[in-house]
Nanobody, 121 residues
Framework: QEQFVESGGGLVQAGGSLRLSCAAS????????MGWFRQAPGKQREWVAV???????EYTDSVKGRFIISRDNAKNTVYLQMNTLKPEDTAVYYC???????????????WGQGTQVTVSS
């Protein structure tokens, strides 16, 4: 089964930047679309950004122009560069393999511990 280890979160002021990393295990990493998802307190988990195996990227509207997703298949790692952070970006961020439907959804039932991002105003 896939396993995911997220890192790079922290406390930052509004307008600041963070870079998240996700190390994924599993031999099929390079074949999968990979996504970042987040869950804010009291809210459902939502997808944030996705990168396909071919490098095509998609972003949820609220982060377009601010976040950049990338991947390094040789390292089985996916990144999320987050710029111009806002208090509403505060959440626990997770990565997972992703599948498409009406939106983007997690492909695996197994989640890592996530990494906390807190943006102060």
């Amino acid at each position: 089964q896939e396993q995911f280890v997220e890192s790079g979160g922290g406390l930052v002021q509004a307008g600041g930047s963070l870079r998240l990393s996700c190390a994924a295990s599993g031999s099929t990493f390079s074949l999968n679309a990979m996504g970042w998802f987040r869950q804010a307190p009291g809210k459902q988990r939502e997808w944030v950004a996705v990168i396909t195996w071919g490098g095509r990227t998609e972003y949820t509207d609220s982060v377009k122009g601010r976040f950049i997703i990338s991947r390094d298949n040789a390292k089985n790692t996916v990144y999320l560069q987050m710029n111009t952070l806002k208090p509403e970006d505060t959440a626990v961020y997770y990565c997972n393999a992703a599948r498409t439907g009406i939106s983007w959804y997690p492909k695996s039932d197994y989640w890592g511990q996530g990494t906390q991002v807190t943006v102060s105003s």
